[in-house]
């Protein structure tokens, strides 16, 4: 009798764990949700290391994260098709975590780019201002001398 008890104890137990184990398992809905984000997420870094591109940044380094990102959103897309959906939560989560800070960083980016054009254009106004004035101070200078040279060359003349 107490054998019998505890066989049924540990069935009882086994057959709750593996009843506990498909009730906590992900939905469909929930997956394929968790999915979407991930891509809308790419899609919006994607957008802002074009920004930070058109800025004149270089964006290398994002891109790498942001390949690796697509990398895990497309397993994610795989698993979700497969019907592996702990899966592709999991792997959808990962790239949602890989692209944490990253708008920031290509923002940071485009704005130091759009600082560094800013001053390579305002030196090379100031630069071209400068160098117009000199050429008229100098070419005035020039005249000056040469008019004082020649008014005393006419004064030994006559």
Do not use: P
């Not at 008890?5 to 137990?13: I, K, S």
């Not at 790498?64 to 994610?76: M, P």
């Not at 939560?89 to 485009?110: H, T, V, Y």
């Not at 390579?120 to 070419?139: C, D, P, Q, R, T």
């Amino acid at each position: 009798m107490k054998t019998a008890f505890v066989v049924l104890v540990l069935l009882a137990v086994l057959v709750s764990g593996g009843f506990t184990a498909v009730c906590h398992g992900l939905s469909e809905a929930d997956a394929t949700s968790a999915v979407a984000q991930a891509d809308q997420r790419v899609r919006s870094c994607y957008a802002a290391v074009a920004a930070a591109q058109k800025a004149g940044a270089n964006a290398t380094g994002l891109l790498a994260t942001l390949n690796d990102a697509g990398v895990l959103l497309s397993e994610a897309h795989l698993a979700l098709i497969n019907g592996s959906f702990d899966s592709a939560n999991d792997s959808a989560r990962q790239s949602m975590q890989k692209l944490d800070g990253f708008e920031a960083q290509a923002l940071g980016l485009q704005n130091a780019a759009a600082r560094a054009g800013y001053s390579n254009f305002m030196f090379k106004v100031v630069g071209s201002i400068v160098e117009a004035v000199i050429v008229l101070v100098g070419s005035f200078v020039v005249w000056s001398w040469l008019k004082t040279r020649q008014r005393k060359a006419r004064k030994v003349v006559a």
